[in-house]
């Protein structure tokens, strides 16, 4: 499918593949995270284990896909600019969250239409997350 083609799904959580799809997108990233030399700054960002922020993503990004709202519903707003304000971010760890999240959509078979829209998006998100 060309990129600027409409999908034939009424969201992107439908296109991926649901809760199941999402949990393993967010699994692979966090493994990731913890074996690719190269995500060693964003690995060392984050606390000795990954599993709170396993669910937290997967919470969030089923509805940020536009899937259930997990992460609202236990949490409220996710005001993520200033969730993210205790740890130190810059260029060099938005960009290894982007590399980690490409690779993770990469691995586990998300569509290349998919994927390069989802790019996009993170791309928006992970730069507003910036805060050094
Ligand atoms: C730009 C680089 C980023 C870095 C370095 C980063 C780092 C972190 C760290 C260290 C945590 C705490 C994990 C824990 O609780 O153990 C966290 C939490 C979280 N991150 Fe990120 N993050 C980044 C970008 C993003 C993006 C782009 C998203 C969403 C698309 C995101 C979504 C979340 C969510 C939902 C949480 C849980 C927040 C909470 O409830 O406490 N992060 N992040």
Request: proline share 5%.
């Amino acid at each position: 499918m060309q990129i600027d083609e409409k999908p034939p799904f009424d969201t992107p959580f439908e296109w991926i593949g649901g809760e199941g799809q999402v949990r393993v997108l967010v699994d692979r990233f966090y493994d990731l995270m913890d074996l690719e030399p190269g995500y060693k700054e964003l690995r060392d960002a984050h606390g000795s284990t990954l599993q709170d922020a396993r669910d937290k993503l997967f919470w969030f990004l089923c509805g940020w896909l536009g899937g259930p709202d997990h992460y609202q519903q236990r949490f409220g707003h996710p005001r993520l600019r200033m969730r993210h304000m205790p740890f130190s971010i810059g260029i060099l760890e938005r960009d290894q969250w982007l590399a980690c999240m490409d690779q993770a959509m990469g691995d586990i078979g998300v569509d290349a239409a998919l994927r390069a829209r989802l790019a996009q998006s993170f791309f928006q998100t992970a730069d507003w997350m910036r805060n050094r």
